[in-house]
């Protein structure tokens, strides 16, 4: 944000759209699963704030619309789920991940396109180990960044192994650089 | 593409700069006055300078402890937490400490100078009495404070003003500071006076320039939240609940109230100049009025 931005009060600029970004998803998912066995749970979800005007439900439902067409092709599934924070999630089923990729950057590109693309707080992609526990990549959409989150029981994550996810992949994904901005997303329906 | 669903208020922006340009007005002629009477009277200004430069990095942890709040961790508010790394995340903003103050009058406050040293407080009060989908737009709303750097910009505005302030309030004791040849420097008196009088103006300037940054703080939290009649409701609510809280609680210092999300003191027959907060009803009604843009897009 700049200067002057903040000398009016005028809040931030538009977010750019970093389609690409999202798209280092799908070839970082391919070493996790050649070198730390790591697999997509077959699921991932975009996380956005309902507007509740006639406008955002319309955006919506193309969306929604377009995603099971192409659902039909690639056997895809979609679902909603809303959570206690009043945020929707836009959960697409598929078990393979390029086809998540696809389908999410497909609706954030309809959201960006008709002015709502404030209104999506992330992406996450759920991950799990040869042991099943659950792993989870969170794409900060207003930044283009990506960091692991490996939530624990209740309300505890663990810290070391997402360290160990990041140097796993090393520059393949565009993480996070600050560290103070690895929000936790706790009960993640996926 | 279109553009995003919330339009600009370059009417609010222009008011601003001219405000700012005034107040800088004041000051440069304060500091003029001060050069011009002599080398007595800058050390007095360089002096009570670096009482005002103390006061703005101490400024938060005074506050805090004012207000009897005390950080909470993640596990001890989990939910309030949760809350704000959501906004933290869609205001694009390192996640501030968060405090919690003990005490049932329903307030919300920013402090900090920075954004990397920056404290969101609520009260125990404003939890209780609003929704959750309130308190997000309460705390969005203070959140912008910490993205538009309000605290540090009011404090920099207040610079000259706080030590116009000083010198009037303890000029005294330099009051033999003048010396030698009196017949070139202006009197004592004279600059007792001029400092009157800039904070007289400033004040008042400054008090419109906090209201500005209201209204820009309660736009920018209808950005964030995507949900302006949600804080519209939570100003309505507090502002209500607010009249049924006794006298007697409300002794949070004067300089803090302009980070409050409502003035402790809420009397409809306060003078609109001498007010750090608009209205509720004008903030009420600008929220409307976004609302009314939002459902109208397309």
Known sequence: ?190 | MRPTSFGRDTGLQARMLLTMFLLGLVYVVFIGFFVAAGAGAATMLVVFGMFAVLQFFLADKIGLRAMGAHEVAPEEAPELHAMIDRLCIQADIPKPKVAIANTRMPNAFAMGRSQKHATVCVTTGIMEILSPAELEGVIAHEITHIVNRDVAIMTFASFFASIAAMIAQNGFLFGGFGGGDDDDNPSFLVIMLVSIVVYAVSFMLMQALSRYREFAADRGAALITGRPSALASALNRISSGMDRIPQQDLRAAGEMQAFFIFPARAKGSVAGLFATHPPMEKRIERLMALEGQLQGAR
């Open chain 1, 1 to 190: 944000m700049g200067f002057l931005d903040s000398i009016l009060g005028r809040g931030k600029a538009p977010v750019k759209a970093s389609a690409d970004r999202l798209f280092a998803m799908s070839t970082a998912g391919i070493t996790l699963e050649a070198s730390q066995s790591i697999t997509t749970r077959g699921a991932a979800a975009l996380v956005f704030q309902p507007l509740a005007t006639g406008d955002f439900r319309t955006v919506l439902e193309e969306v929604e619309g377009i995603l099971r067409g192409t659902g039909e092709e690639t056997g895809s599934t979609i679902d909603t789920h809303e959570d206690a924070h009043g945020y929707r999630w836009m959960i697409i089923r598929d078990p393979d991940l390029e086809d998540l990729v696809v389908g999410l950057n497909s609706v954030m590109g309809s959201l960006e396109t008709s002015g709502y693309a404030d209104r999506v707080l992330c992406a996450v992609f759920a991950f799990e180990d040869e042991r099943g526990t659950a792993l989870y990549f969170i794409y900060n959409a207003k930044r283009g960044t990506w960091y692991p989150f490996v939530p624990v029981a209740a309300e505890k994550r663990d810290s070391e192994r997402e360290m160990q996810l990041r140097a796993a992949l090393g520059t393949e994904l565009p993480f996070e650089a600050q560290l103070e901005r690895w929000f936790p997303l706790w009960g993640i329906p996926i």
